[in-house]
């Protein structure tokens, strides 16, 4: 799988079992919002759906199809915003740009990403943090359509 080789094989497996089994893939019967992306450089597509009450991303679904990294951030973001309220989710999102990015995060930031570090390793790979923040760029506008609603 091209890209993957470099990187450490722990990190690969934690990618390829979220690529090959994707958690919350199912769609939502009744979504509060919806949105697609794609990600042309490399064929990735990726719809994010949620659900939210009191002010909590009660439900989550993200499903698509394209490469290892973009569909297991997916689902590794599916797993880390259920039960977060959308400032939470936002503030995963902007320290998983900045691992992306190359900053440098403190313990406890990287305790918040959980099995999602694995995917640090793509960084060193510029073509590939598309990939890797697709879904998370689907999340935001999911979450700034969920604002307008209520
Ligand atoms: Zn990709």
Redesign the pocket.
Known sequence: MQGLGELDSLYRDIILDHYRSPRNSSPLEDPDVEVEAA?P????EVKVQLKAADSVIESVSVAGR??S??QSSGSLMSELVKGKTPDEARAIRGLFQGLMKGQALSEAQLLELGDLEALQGVRTYPV?I??AL?AWSALDDALKQLAKRS
Not at 41 to 44: A, E, I, L, Q
């Open positions: 990600n450089f490399c064929g990735d394209g490469c990294i973009s590939r598309k990939c697709l």
